[in-house]
Nanobody, 123 residues
Framework: QVQLQESGGGDVQAGGSLRLSCAAS????????LAWFRQAPGKEREFVAV????????SVAESVKGRFTISRNNAENTIYLQMNSLKPEDTAVYYC????????????????WGQGTQVTVSW
């Protein structure tokens, strides 16, 4: 059974940075896509970034492009989300997700989810 555990959330001022981590366990994740989604209060869960098992296959949402970077360490079954130049509108619970095969931006395609970590950005 796949298990995902996020960490690294917190409170930060606008313009600041945070790095989220997601540790995956339960199997070998070399062939899995690992992604980040977020959900703000009263809003639907939205795609943030995904990294497929290919080292060159990564995608980020337009709303965070140029500010957020996704990376993964296959040896440690961990993915990271480096978030720079944070804005108040980035405030949300950030979730790690996994699926076997290629990555997608549709949350419904993912079969495993972490519990989420809160990120709060204020002026």
């Amino acid at each position: 059974q796949v298990q995902l555990q996020e960490s690294g959330g917190g409170d930060v001022q606008a313009g600041g940075s945070l790095r989220l981590s997601c540790a995956a366990s339960g199997r070998t994740f070399d062939a899995y896509a690992l992604a980040w989604f977020r959900q703000a209060p009263g809003k639907e869960r939205e795609f943030v970034a995904v990294r497929s098992f290919s080292p060159t296959s990564a995608s980020v949402a337009e709303s965070v492009k140029g500010r957020f970077t996704i990376s993964r360490n296959n040896a440690e079954n961990t993915i990271y989300l480096q978030m720079n130049s944070l804005k108040p509108e980035d405030t949300a619970v950030y979730y790690c997700a996994a699926r076997y095969g290629l990555g997608y931006t549709d949350a419904k395609r993912y079969t495993a989810w972490g519990q989420g970590t809160q990120v709060t950005v204020s002026w």
